[in-house]
């Protein structure tokens, strides 16, 4: 419903009525009544000469009784006007108590400082309905708050993490014990990938924080804008007064409520950042461990050196989502703090000012739905800013022609009126009634000449006549309206760009579908304006298909002559209906600037659009440069960098060792085979020598041979055994000394075995410690991707677990109660079946009580109560067997 009626129906709400039946009105007449009565009476009784005191009396009585009542009403009339002072004292001490609670609900909301309270409020005041999309907003930007906190806690982790890696290693590096083993190696690689993951959170922290920005900045300007409106009402009655002059306080509260809630958020993130630290020393420490290494740091070094140096280098500005977010606000355009004469276009400048966010505040500024140039080539907006402001982002919104909105209405129909022809209230606009609709047709028509075809009548060209005829008429005359609007429209070239109309003659004649009404008004409004402003606009005003930019690129300035173009081309909006706000700090000039430019690069039929601009001034920059969060990530960068560095390094470092170690093994062989050729020629020696052995003892047995003989000759030969024996003697010690050589031998052989062994041994322990190194290595390597993954599917198979879980209990409920029910059934049937048991038991003893004399004379009917009787024989057993019976057919 339109606030007018709403605010009558509270105004009315206030009035209270006591009714009372007027008897005395009544009483009254039926008293006149009887007075005629009998004084017809009196007048026959008097032609008879009749008694007519006993009437005189009774009427001389009603008399004396009216009289007495016209002085009671005087009284009544007394009292009445008491009782109505007495009211308006109660209704002013009512107003008052209802202005003192407004003020204590005022106090509250502004000492709660809860923005989704005051919200709350406005939307339970009258026609608050037009903020429910704020309660929304809201809840999307604490969201969106709540995003980032989290994001900003898992940077934190990733980078606690990281650092302490870093501080291991760097320690790991610095000790006396330092090694290139695989320790070392996997603190580095754990440290990149804990870096990389820093930097995906980064990137995620990043994108939540331009949403919150967005999110903040898209609220902002509707809520200075739906401020700025209140404050321009111009009301008539008292109570429409009141009522706005709550709404002005509420808005106000909630704008300065949405400023501090803006502050405290980017405040508390800047916090949130300022735990993220600073990588300087870190970034120093890695770089002089990579130059231990025998790296090469001298190009990284110079960038580290660079990037530190912009820190601490003075008057620099740090520009950054938070600073931004903080300080930013609308310039104006929304809420039309920024003069018409500020805003400059290429082309079409009369439509310059309905560039306006969400139409501005005065509904001129909604004629057109928004600017659109009248070419398609360097065509640009230019924005004059009152001072020179860092600009922070733009909001952008497509142009809607023909949007329906009755605050579009009456600018549209001013654009075709004359200067000296009356333009309607806005209020007939809200829900336009026949006359408005027949006004507007007959200003096209009748003026511009755009419904051609089928002739008008007369009745109809003239309101006076046509609200006479009967509805019929009145149907006929509003399709043909708008099947003649239709034809112009397809005639125009305008029919497929837009929307077709959804509205009825029953709609405009019962006030119905106002928003498809006030679409059949402007397109009638364009039509006329087609023919007023000439087929040249036709290209960029005139067009009427829904508009947006969907690229476009920005031009600075600071006095308007010289401008610094920007290469990057920023996204645009989607649709017409959207708002889709674009970040600009990150490609600002390094100065504050004075104009802007917005230069359409791509688009969907022609380049409208309709803007918000955000901007701070130099006075409103706080914080550190080291504390935006696109520092941290170049930093972080360049530590990730660094690392690389490090792990290339050690990598080479662990190679040579390996190749070291390689090359010992080698030497470690190579003796081996010295000492095994050694023990070849060693088993040569004693081979030769114990052949030697051999042939001396044979000889040694011969002696023995020759002895034996030269003692049974020795009787013969006397003379010669001495000779013999002292040969023999020599001999003897010949053979002990080669023995104990041979024994000496045989010792330093055992002990080259031995040695040989040791050896082997020795090799064989390094080849086992190398190769256990290596699987160690690997293993643990394995070991830790496996237990990430492990981790994972952990993860996945619990929730898996749990809904199999909970679909097997739903299963589960499902069998119990088709179980129940089939217990239920069988229960019944049990029940049926030893009912039908009984029945069938008392039968039949009741057949056997009968005599037999009963049934023998009756030979008649002995074939079927036989049959009866013998079947149910044969059904009780089965019954009570738990069985049904088998009944023939007949039965």
Known sequence: EPLP????????????????????????????????????????????????????????????????????????????????????????KIAERANEEQRRRLKLLEDSGDLEQTVQELRSLDGGDEFNCWSSQIAAILRAEQRVSAECRAVALCKDAAMHDIDAWCERQSSEQSDSGAGGRMLLQQAERKVSSMLRELDALSKQETELEAAVALLLPQVRRAAKLTRGRNDDTENAKNQTEEYCHILSLAVRQLDTHRCSIWGKICEEHKALGDFSEKLDGLLG????????????????????GKAISSGSVALGAEVCGAAASPLGLASEELPDARIKASSNAEAASCVRLFGGVERVNSTFGGWVPSGKSKEYLQIDLPESLWISGLALQGRQPVSGDYKQSRPLFEKVLSASEPIPPERLFRRPPV??????????????????????????????????LDRQSKVHFFELLLSRTTEALSMAGWLEKIRPLTLSASDILAGKNTGETNRLIQLLCYLALRKKMGQKSATGLLNLADQWVKKFKVDWSEDGKSWTSSDAEFTGCEDAEQVRYQSLWALHPSKPVRFLRIKPVEWHEEPGLRLEVFGFASRDLKGSGSQRLHVIRRRSLLLQRCLGLASNAEDERWRKAQKAEEEKSLQALAEKSHVEQQLHDAMKELKKMRKAGHAFEKKVAESDAEKLRLQVELERAETQVKAFEAKFEVSTEGASD?????????????????????????????????????????????????????????????????????EEREEFEEKLDERDQIHETLNHRNQELLDETMRLRKELSDL?????????????????????????????PAILLGGAPMMKPSS
């Open 5 to 92: 009626p709403l605010n009558y129906a509270k105004g009315a709400k206030t009035i209270k009525v006591n009714a009372s039946k007027n008897e005395e009105a009544e009483h009254l007449a039926k008293l006149e009544e009887e007075v005629e009565a009998l004084r017809s009476k009196l007048a026959e009784h008097a032609a008879g000469n009749a008694d007519t005191s006993r009437y005189q009396s009774q009427i001389e009585e009603m008399e004396r009784f009216r009289r007495q009542t016209w002085e009671d009403k005087e009284r009544d009339s007394q009292k009445h006007e008491e009782q109505r002072k007495a009211l308006e004292k109660e209704a002013q």
């Open 289 to 308: 461990c990579c130059r231990d290494l025998g790296a090469d740091i001298q190009k990284l070094d110079a960038e580290t050196k660079e990037e530190l």
């Open 435 to 468: 006359r408005l609709v027949h006004d507007v047709f007959i200003t096209v028509h009748g003026k511009c000449k755009e419904l051609q075809g089928e002739v008008f009548t007369p009745a109809q060209m003239d309101y006076e006549q046509l609200s006479k």
């Open 738 to 806: 080669a023995k104990k050589l041979l024994a000496a031998m045989e010792e330093k052989m055992r002990e080259m075995q031995s040695s040989t062994e040791d050896l082997q041994q020795q090799i064989g322990v390094l080849t086992d410690e190398r190769d256990c190194a290596r699987a160690t290595e690997e293993e643990l390597f394995d070991l830790l991707n496996d237990k990430e993954e492990e981790i994972m599917n952990t993860n996945q198979g619990y929730v898996n677990l749990t809904e199999q879980l909970h």
């Open 848 to 876: 056997r009580k009968r005599p037999t004399s009963a049934v023998r004379p009756a030979s008649a009917m002995r074939p079927a109560s036989a049959a009866k009787s013998d079947r149910l024989k044969d059904a009780l």
